[in-house]
């Protein structure tokens, strides 16, 4: 019973696990969503993309102290020369992210439930913590790319133990960008790592340790999954999406997952780190093993 789920993300480096939200919980979590584009900065609008780098200090430090608030980030179409939005503002952003499950009771109470302490207790945690939420729109024909990548680039702990949880909000499919993993990908490691940059003086705050791989567009399975669909990624799972070049919009519910246990140590070099005296909240404690067994 406990290993069905293991086998298969040890197997395929993801688990597609269909209706993981009711239709209700779907439809809340999507009207939290648009209320969020509403509370959007109308000044200094901060952009994310995974192609260009045109990384600004003011934005790698709004990027960098996002990690336990609520912060917009638009997309790269969406913003005029002046900071003036250009599209409808329900279109706009490409993100909002990284604490809305500790900042935001919807998103919270879905984090929190028994349904994801039951993925991660079939998944072997034994006191896993979540780092990093985020409510991704990826909206008709403004919704950019997300490069391939794997999750552990970002989040990485030593022994991996980084888990994603995506849930889809709308049905996905080729046209409006669904996800697209390279089956098996996550047996090989971890390809380049995201990290604070050592040098002070530097321009950039993070920078990444190699050069992008190159992975065959062959390689990647879409995953066209139904709105409710939840996929759990294996941090090392190599993943993308592409532009969404429909007329629909493509909204996803996304957070990760850390072992805080066995020995797993949290990289110090990670983007993302625990503010001072407010650790990563736990979703479960195993004290004593063999009642988690
Ligand atoms: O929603 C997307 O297109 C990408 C999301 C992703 O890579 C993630 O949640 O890890
Ligand atoms: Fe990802």
Redo the contacts with the bound molecule.
């Keep these: 019973m406990r290993n069905t789920l293991l086998d298969e993300i040890n197997e395929n480096g993801f688990i597609i696990i269909e209706e993981f939200l009711t239709v209700e919980e779907v439809e809340e979590l999507y009207r939290a969503g648009r209320a969020l584009c509403m509370d959007a900065p109308q000044a200094n609008r901060k952009i994310f993309s995974t192609v260009n780098a045109s990384d600004t200090h003011s934005k790698e430090t709004y990027f960098l102290e996002s990690g336990d608030k609520v912060s917009y980030f638009f997309e790269e179409g969406a913003v005029g020369p002046n900071g003036e939005l250009l599209v409808n503002p329900m279109h706009a952003l490409n ?1 909002v992210g990284h604490a809305l499950h500790t900042e935001h009771p919807t998103f919270e109470k879905i984090t929190f439930s028994n349904r994801v302490r039951e993925i991660c207790w079939q998944l072997n945690f034994n006191r896993p913590a979540v780092c990093q939420s ?1 409510y ?1 729109y ?1 909206n008709p024909g403004i ?1 950019g790319e ?1 490069i391939p ?1 794997q ?1 552990s680039s970002f989040i990485y702990t030593e022994p991996n133990s980084t888990i ?1 949880f ?1 849930i889809a909000l709308e049905d996905c499919n080729l046209q409006n ?3 697209q993993f390279i089956k098996g990908s996550h047996k090989s490691g971890v390809h380049r790592r995201y990290i604070r940059n050592k040098e002070n003086d530097a321009n950039e705050l993070l920078i990444y340790d190699r050069s992008a791989p190159i992975y065959p567009q062959s390689s990647f399975t879409p995953l066209k999954v139904s709105k409710g669909t939840c996929i759990v ?1 294996h941090g090392n799972a190599v ?3 592409e532009p969404n070049r429909s007329q629909q919009s ?1 909204h ?1 519910y ?1 957070f ?1 997952v850390i072992e805080t246990e066995n020995n797993v140590k949290y990289s110090q070099d990670n983007w993302l780190q625990p503010i001072k005296d407010k650790p990563f909240p736990i979703l479960f404690e195993c004290k004593d093993k063999n009642e988690c067994d």
């Design positions: 993100k985020m991704i990826k919704g997300v990548h999750d994603g995506w960008g669904c996800l990624i993943h993308k999406s493509r996803a996304a990760h």
